[in-house]
């Protein structure tokens, strides 16, 4: 990281740290820096465009009458009670300004409210850490990568909860080079959380094409070729305000975020590259609240006719989801747990329908330890858009399913010893020729089946009853053996997993309105 942005986030996760002692968790803290450094880059903005001509300014707030000297110069002026009661009344006026979401401002300030009850620590952080920093001119190394840390750190923050939305930096960025992103691509992630997947492939594409790139290329990704989707607001408004301090869309323009239930409607626009890595949990509920007052979960399906199965799995709706979104020579790829493989019923029809009419070229099998959901096994899966198939009798589209190992003997935690690039560079390179050739077909067909990888035959796993795809683990040699997990590292995974089950029952107890005992919620 460079420096500069390092003493960036050190200054604000202290912060960050003071505010605890308020009751104010890092990711609301993460949320409010959001609103504050949004409207000190609206100032810098108004400050800037006074050089220019009325049409070509593009004010970011509101210029009516009513809206003169507000925004942060009204904050930067006041003080205790006063400047407590003008944040508040000011987010929930943003709010309203532009509550059908048209704009990136609307998107940010959806149902904003003011978290810092505190007015001297709210003064603190408008005027000796925002005021202080130039953002709107600051580098997107800085501001961008300072913002990204900060969401980093808040998701090993277990008691947030952020660890839900966090997909590792390390992992995102090998499947983007493997995936080369080109300016001519439009880059969806459908459950995007806090938007790392949007920011990676852009980041590629400026590093890769950046010479090369036209205005107009460029402006593609601001105008919506790039974007995503997120149930959650809080959530959503984070992504947002990451992308725009990378330098991704605009104040006043569209947002490139869209607030919603990915999985309810088939989609509006299809996308040449899907990154994504859908939230972890089978089922997908809702909670009803009855006449009586009582509460319950149920169970939701999806109904919709460009689904091959009607199922309540999350996941398994995820994957249906993402294939209808591919354009023609479309590409994705998705991190998916090992239920997914082999889980029955509707799941091996599913399983068979994205063999038969997709190419599922390429799996990852990734080891246990690099999420923080504690427990999870997972995967990445490859596949390309094919043609329609002209009748069941077609072969399937996937050839080949090829199957790289990095579970086996590979034991990861999040701090003690963490997934870094070296540990993807084999797979890289043996399997997508990451620096050595220029387009995946060439490196398809240069690989070679031993050690970590092999190839399956797709028309027999299509035609098998269970279409299990719980294949291409390794057994492990005396090595790996050695390396068995030590009591340290058994330890944090049982540590682990129980608070992660104690924060599902948290948010089980919080849907249900019931109050959780002392010991688990401080616990939790």
Same mark, same amino acid.
């Given at each position: 990281?460079?420096?500069?942005?390092?003493?960036?986030?050190?200054?604000?996760?202290?912060?960050?740290?003071?505010?605890?002692?308020?009751?104010?968790?890092?990711?609301?803290?993460?949320?409010?820096?959001?609103?504050?450094?949004?409207?000190?880059?609206?100032?810098?903005?108004?400050?800037?465009?006074?050089?220019?001509?009325?049409?070509?300014?593009?004010?970011?707030?509101?210029?009516?009458?009513?809206?003169?000297?507000?925004?942060?110069?009204?904050?930067?002026?006041?003080?205790?009670?006063?400047?407590?009661?003008?944040?508040?009344?000011?987010?929930?006026?943003?709010?309203?300004?532009?509550?059908?979401?048209?704009?990136?401002?609307?998107?940010?300030? /959806?149902?904003?409210?003011?978290?810092?009850?505190?007015?001297?620590?709210?003064?603190?952080?408008?005027?000796?850490?925002?005021?202080?920093?130039?953002?709107?001119?600051?580098?997107?190394?800085?501001?961008?990568?300072?913002?990204?840390?900060?969401?980093?750190?808040?998701?090993?923050?277990?008691?947030?909860?952020?660890?839900? /939305?966090?997909?590792?930096?390390?992992?995102?960025?090998?499947?983007?080079?493997?995936?080369?992103?080109?300016?001519?691509?439009?880059?969806?992630?459908?459950?995007?959380?806090?938007?790392?997947?949007?920011?990676?492939?852009?980041?590629?594409?400026?590093?890769?094409?950046?010479?090369?790139?036209?205005?107009?290329?460029?402006?593609?990704?601001?105008?919506?070729?790039?974007?995503?989707?997120?149930?959650?607001?809080?959530?959503?408004?984070?992504?947002?305000?990451?992308?725009?301090?990378?330098?991704?869309?605009?104040?006043?323009?569209?947002?490139?975020?869209?607030?919603?239930?990915?999985?309810?409607?088939?989609?509006?626009?299809?996308?040449?590259?899907?990154?994504?890595?859908?939230?972890?949990?089978?089922?997908?509920?809702?909670?009803?609240?009855?006449?009586?007052?009582?509460?319950?979960?149920?169970?939701?399906? /999806?109904?919709?006719?460009?689904?091959?199965?009607?199922?309540?799995?999350?996941?398994?709706?995820?994957?249906?989801?993402?294939?209808?979104?591919?354009?023609?020579?479309?590409?994705?790829?998705?991190?998916?747990?090992?239920?997914?493989?082999?889980?029955?019923?509707?799941?091996?029809?599913?399983?068979?329908?994205?063999?038969?009419?997709?190419?599922?070229?390429?799996?990852?099998?990734?080891?246990?330890?690099?999420?923080?959901?504690?427990?999870?096994?997972?995967?990445?899966?490859?596949?390309?858009?094919?043609?329609?198939?002209?009748?069941?009798?077609?072969?399937?589209?996937?050839?080949?399913?090829?199957?790289?190992?990095?579970?086996?003997?590979?034991?990861?935690?999040?701090?003690?010893?963490?997934?870094?690039?070296?540990?993807?560079?084999?797979?890289?390179?043996?399997?997508?020729?990451?620096?050595?050739?220029?387009?995946?077909?060439?490196?398809?067909?240069?690989?070679?089946?031993?050690?970590?990888?092999?190839?399956?035959?797709?028309?027999?796993?299509?035609?098998?009853?269970?279409?299990?795809?719980?294949?291409?683990?390794?057994?492990?040699?005396?090595?790996?053996?050695?390396?068995?997990?030590?009591?340290?590292?058994?330890?944090?995974?049982?540590?682990?997993?129980?608070?992660?089950?104690?924060?599902?029952?948290?948010?089980?107890?919080?849907?249900?309105?019931?109050?959780?005992?002392?010991?688990?919620?401080?616990?939790?």
């Amino acid at each position: 990281m460079n420096p500069e942005a390092r003493r960036l986030v050190d200054r604000l996760w202290n912060y960050c740290n003071v505010l605890r002692d308020d009751g104010v968790s890092s990711l609301e803290y993460l949320e409010q820096l959001s609103f504050l450094v949004f409207l000190k880059m609206a100032a810098e903005k108004e400050i800037a465009d006074k050089e220019l001509s009325n049409e070509q300014r593009r004010p970011v707030l509101p210029e009516t009458e009513d809206w003169q000297g507000r925004g942060w110069p009204e904050l930067l002026e006041l003080s205790g009670q006063q400047l407590e009661e003008s944040y508040t009344q000011l987010l929930a006026d943003l709010g309203k300004e532009d509550e059908g979401r048209r704009s990136t401002l609307g998107l940010i300030f /959806y149902r904003a409210r003011n978290r810092i009850q505190n007015a001297a620590n709210l003064r603190r952080l408008i005027v000796d850490l925002i005021e202080k920093e130039d953002w709107l001119q600051s580098s997107k190394d800085i501001k961008g990568d300072a913002y990204e840390a900060l969401i980093a750190r808040s998701a090993q923050d277990t008691k947030a909860g952020a660890g839900q /939305y966090f997909t590792p930096r390390v992992l995102i960025e090998s499947i983007v080079r493997c995936m080369r992103p080109t300016p001519e691509d439009t880059i969806t992630d459908p459950a995007c959380g806090t938007g790392g997947f949007l920011l990676a492939a852009h980041s590629h594409m400026v590093d890769t094409y950046g010479d090369e790139m036209s205005v107009v290329e460029s402006a593609r990704f601001d105008d919506g070729a790039i974007w995503g989707t997120e149930l959650v607001p809080a959530t959503a408004r984070l992504a947002a305000m990451n992308l725009l301090l990378h330098g991704i869309g605009r104040p006043d323009g569209k947002p490139l975020i869209h607030v919603e239930d990915a999985l309810a409607k088939p989609p509006a626009k299809k996308a040449s590259l899907v990154l994504a890595n859908p939230p972890f949990g089978k089922q997908s509920s809702i909670v009803i609240t009855h006449i009586d007052g009582t509460v319950s979960r149920e169970d939701m399906s /999806y109904h919709r006719k460009d689904f091959w199965e009607t199922t309540t799995n999350k996941q398994f709706n995820f994957v249906q989801h993402i294939a209808s979104l591919l354009a023609d020579n479309g590409r994705a790829a998705v991190i998916l747990p090992d239920n997914v493989l082999f889980e029955g019923g509707r799941g091996a029809t599913i399983r068979r329908e994205l063999l038969k009419r997709f190419n599922l070229h390429t799996m990852l099998r990734l080891p246990d330890g690099i999420f923080h959901a504690g427990g999870v096994k997972a995967n990445v899966l490859f596949f390309d858009a094919a043609p329609p198939r002209r009748s069941e009798d077609e072969p399937p589209h996937t050839k080949q399913l090829w199957v790289y190992d990095l579970r086996t003997g590979n034991h990861f935690t999040l701090k003690q010893k963490p997934l870094l690039p070296g540990h993807l560079e084999d797979f890289e390179k043996q399997v997508f020729g990451v620096g050595e050739c220029e387009v995946i077909a060439e490196a398809v067909a240069r690989r070679k089946d031993g050690g970590r990888l092999q190839v399956f035959d797709g028309e027999k796993l299509a035609a098998s009853k269970d279409v299990d795809l719980d294949i291409g683990l390794i057994e492990p040699d005396d090595k790996n053996a050695a390396e068995a997990k030590s009591l340290a590292e058994l330890t944090l995974a049982l540590s682990t997993d129980l608070r992660e089950a104690l924060l599902e029952l948290e948010e089980l107890a919080s849907d249900l309105d019931l109050e959780l005992p002392p010991l688990l919620r401080d616990e939790a």
